[in-house]
Structure formats: structure tokens, C-alpha cells
């Protein structure tokens, strides 16, 4: 799905008032403007937003995009299909630390990618996250912005402890991206998945969150 644009977020303080006035946030909307400035789920290239109904089109895409990157390949689903689980993402009530979120372009509103956690456990202090970006915006550093948001959220606001990555050893792209992010190797499970027909090796990563601040401190969005 292509969003129609919307204001840019994010924008820095010195923003000339032309260009306050372009983003329909000129003065007046104190609360706004406030909004604007400190907004956590947005940085310099993307927003994290909620599922919205209208999202159906845009998920199919990126399902489509990495239908190898899994370790089941699915058979086509209807269009029909990603509408009505949209809708029922858009619904869904809070699952607590276990959320998914659209990653849209700041500077055109379009649905880029998805992110999101998954197999929070507050106890241990753990939990793992998967991200996806669109064939056609890949290595414009989407993916990279988009989990150290979510990775801070955890980290820096949910107390969580550590982070966790399983990556499919043919993935080079995304065992390129977990490192790039700081992510260590920690283990890896031998012949663990089918798919294409054979099997591959499953690689387990982990980040703990002193790793994480110190890597991406919090005043470096
Ligand atoms: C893996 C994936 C999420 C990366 O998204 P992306 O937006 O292209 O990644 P970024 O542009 O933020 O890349 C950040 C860094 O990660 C590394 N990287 C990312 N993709 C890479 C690739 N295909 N090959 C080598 N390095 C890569 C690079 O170091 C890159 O920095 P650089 O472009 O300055 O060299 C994307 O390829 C994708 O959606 N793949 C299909 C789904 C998937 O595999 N998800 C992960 C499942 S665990």
C-alpha cells in the first residue's frame, strides 16, 4: 500500500517556519509541535506506526518479497486474506511486550517494512524480534533504524535484559544486518530447518542491553 504522504516527524528543532508551516504545524498547535519534536517511534529516515486497516496490500507485498527467507514456504495467499488480517491486527487488543508495527518512509508515507517483538518473557528478561523491509527499499538503512527503535523501547523503557535473533544460515542479509547492530553469535542448531529441499543451520544471536547503550546511546536519535 502507498500511503498518501504525510508530515514528516522528526524534524529538528530548527525547522525554518516555512517549513513548520508546510508540515501544518505552526505556531498555535503547541501540543502538536511538542508531539513532533519528541516523538519516540520516529527517526531520521522512518516512523513506526500502528497496523491500520488499509495495510493489507502493502503486508501481501512484503510477504511476497520474502517468501525465501522463512522456513516454510506458503502457498499464494488472496489479497482478500491480508485485508481481513489487517483489519484484525488494527483491532487486536494490546498483547503487552509482543506488538508488530508498519515501518513507513518519513519522507513519503510509504509502508516500507514491518517490525516487531515477539516471545517476551518480563521474568527472564528476554525476547526476540523479527523485522522485514520491501524488495524495492532495501540497504537505504530502513531495517537498521527501525530495530533500534524497537530495541530501545524494550531496553531502555520495558527494563528488558537481553534480545535474541534467529536467523536461517542462508540469510546472509539479515546475519549481515544482526551484526551490524551489534548482535553476537551465540549458538548454532545443525541442520534445524527444511526448506528447498534440504536442510540448514539455524543461527541463534544475542545483544544485551549494556551492549545496546553502548552502541546506540539514547541521545543519538
Ligand atoms: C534483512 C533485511 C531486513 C535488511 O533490511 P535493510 O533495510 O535492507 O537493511 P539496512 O539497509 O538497514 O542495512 C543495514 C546494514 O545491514 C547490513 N546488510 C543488510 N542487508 C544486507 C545484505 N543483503 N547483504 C550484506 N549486508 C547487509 C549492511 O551492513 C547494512 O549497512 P550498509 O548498507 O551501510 O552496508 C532485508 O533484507 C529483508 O527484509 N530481508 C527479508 C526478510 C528477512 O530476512 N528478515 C529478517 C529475518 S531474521
Redesign the pocket.
Known amino acids: 500500500m502507498t500511503a498518501a504522504p504525510r508530515p514528516a516527524r522528526g524534524v529538528r528543532n530548527n525547522d525554518s517556519e516555512a517549513e513548520q508551516h508546510r508540515l501544518g504545524l505552526e505556531s498555535g498547535c503547541l501540543g502538536l509541535f511538542h508531539w513532533r519534536m519528541t516523538s519516540f517511534w520516529t527517526s531520521k529516515r522512518i516512523r513506526l506506526r500502528g497496523i491500520e486497516p488499509g495495510d493489507g496490500a502493502a503486508f501481501m507485498r512484503l510477504t511476497e518479497?520474502?517468501e525465501r527467507?522463512g522456513d516454510v514456504l506458503h502457498p499464494p495467499r488472496s489479497a482478500e486474506s491480508y485485508r481481513v488480517r489487517a483489519n484484525e491486527l488494527a483491532a487486536a487488543k494490546s498483547d503487552g511486550d509482543c506488538f508488530r508495527l508498519a515501518i513507513e518512509a518519513v519522507d513519503t508515507g510509504e509502508v516500507v517494512?514491518a517490525v516487531g517483538s515477539h516471545y517476551a518473557d518480563p521474568n527472564a528478561g528476554r525476547f526476540e524480534y523479527?523485522?522485514?523491509?520491501g524488495a524495492d527499499?532495501?540497504?537505504?538503512?530502513?531495517?537498521?533504524?527501525a530495530v533500534v527503535l524497537l530495541l530501545r523501547y524494550m531496553f531502555a523503557e520495558r527494563r528488558y535484559h537481553k534480545c535474541e535473533?534467529?536467523?536461517f544460515a542462508y540469510?546472509?542479509?539479515?546475519l549481515?544486518?544482526q551484526r551490524?547492530l551489534g548482535f553476537v553469535e551465540e549458538g548454532r542448531l545443525r541442520d534445524h530447518v527444511f526448506l528447498a529441499g534440504r536442510y540448514h543451520d539455524l543461527v541463534i544471536l544475542g545483544m544485551l542491553a549494556d551492549e545496546f547503550t553502548r552502541r546506540h546511546p539514547v541521545s543519538e536519535l
Open positions: 518479497d520474502e527467507s517494512g523479527g523485522v522485514t523491509i527499499h532495501r540497504r537505504e538503512g530502513y531495517a537498521a533504524e535473533a534467529k536467523v540469510n546472509e542479509g539479515s549481515a544486518l551490524r
